[in-house]
């Protein structure tokens, strides 16, 4: 008899994952306002203090697969964001550019963990035969948490000030502390590998982890800069934008793991790579606040069919004892783009207008349309007929 998807354990991950994502966005607009309003730090050094955290995300990654390939998945979920938890409440603490690079790089390495774990247990969670639908619907609560946390971090920060905005986030992600708690799965012996580097990357998971690391940059552009951005077009819609955005995100990943169980996947990654880089462009030439909602609400609909569907593919090419390497990897991906345009979009400000790199950032979508294309894909289909298994 096939297992329901809606169990105890996977509403409970649902909401542990929806209020880790609202804590992480609501600090994701605000972080910068506060370091260049509060700390009177640069635009360039914002962009190295924003890189910090995925720089050591990254690092991790490889290292958090191999936890959760070789221990017990909820407990490493569990510990991961408590220690998460408490760093929201150090932030205020951190008043010079060095210990704020020094807390950036605990937070991502200890977020990397919560990240990498939790989106392992949904794959575990839920029956074989809908494992798309299953992570499709736990990649709903993203947007859900990307939608309320800048308006709820940009409200506290300017009504309350910083303070009561980091504290307030705290109590979010302790919430999704509990949530994980409530998720616990069983524990089951594994035989446990003996640690390596060659071991803590999946070969399976890189060429679609190669094309999503670009669309990653993308992606940064508009969730770390977008608030400057509108500043300089004078467009005060920036909690709008957000909302929209996310609202985008939700709805492309809600029909996007059902497309996936049916072998939608290609159409989903051309059709997601094209919304991008038309919302992009719409972007980038906006000169009303609706063009601007506009090319926020196309680019979201392309980057959560993207995210959606790749998470999901790299997920049903591996076994899954295997899964933790293989999601690593994957957001490795992720984070190495952030990262990388963190710095990249940081130093670049300071000199051309971000309407410009808005633009030319399509030219970033077209090599990794590229990369899907040539390599990703056709391995994808590869090694699923190797397998056995129905594209």
């Not at 997601?272 to 038309?278: I, R, S």
Request: some cysteine; charged content about 10%.
């Amino acid at each position: 008899m096939q297992r329901e998807i809606w169990s105890k354990e996977f509403v409970a991950i649902i909401g542990s994952g929806l209020f880790m994502a609202w804590a992480f966005h609501a600090l994701m607009p605000t972080l910068p306002i506060y370091l260049v309003e509060t700390l009177r730090i640069s635009h360039r050094n914002v962009g190295l203090v924003m890189a910090a955290f995925f720089v050591s995300a990254i690092l991790i990654r490889p290292a958090s697969g191999y936890l959760i390939d070789n221990y017990h998945r909820s407990g490493v979920l569990i510990i991961s964001l408590l220690l998460a938890t408490a760093v929201y409440g150090i932030y205020p603490l951190a008043g010079t550019l060095s210990t704020m690079l020094l807390l950036r790089l605990l937070h991502g390495a200890v977020f990397g963990v919560c990240t990498s774990s939790s989106v392992t247990i949904v794959a575990d969670i839920v029956p074989p035969s809908r494992i798309g639908q299953g992570i499709g619907i736990y990649a709903v609560a993203i947007p859900i948490g990307m939608t309320i946390g800048p308006m709820f971090g940009l409200t506290l920060l300017k009504n309350q000030g910083p303070t009561a905005m980091f504290l307030a986030i705290l109590g979010v992600s302790f919430l999704s502390v509990l949530g994980a708690f409530c998720a616990r799965t069983p524990f089951k012996p594994v035989t446990r590998k003996k640690f390596s580097f060659p071991s803590l990357l999946h070969k399976k998971a890189l060429p679609i982890s190669s094309g999503m690391f670009f669309m990653m940059i993308v992606y940064c552009a508009i969730t770390v800069f977008v608030g400057i951005y509108a500043a300089q077009r004078n467009f005060s819609n920036v909690p709008t934008f957000f909302l929209c955005f996310s609202a985008a995100i939700f709805l492309s990943r809600l029909f996007a793991g059902t497309l996936f169980d049916k072998g939608h996947i290609f159409h989903l990654i051309l059709v997601g790579l094209a919304l991008t880089a038309v919302g992009m462009l719409w972007l980038g030439y906006a000169r009303h606040p609706m063009q601007f909602l506009t090319g926020g609400t196309l680019s979201g609909l392309g980057l959560g069919m993207l995210m959606s569907t790749c998470q999901t593919a790299i997920n049903s090419l591996v076994a899954s004892n295997e899964r933790g390497a293989a999601n690593s990897t994957c957001l490795i991906s992720y984070d190495l783009g952030v990262a990388v345009g963190s710095l990249i979009i940081g130093y670049l400000s300071d000199k051309v207008s971000l309407g410009e790199i808005y633009r030319y950032s399509v030219l970033l979508i077209v090599l990794s349309a590229a990369i899907f294309i040539l390599k990703a894909m056709p391995h994808y289909r590869r090694t699923i007929q190797n397998a056995g298994i129905k594209p």
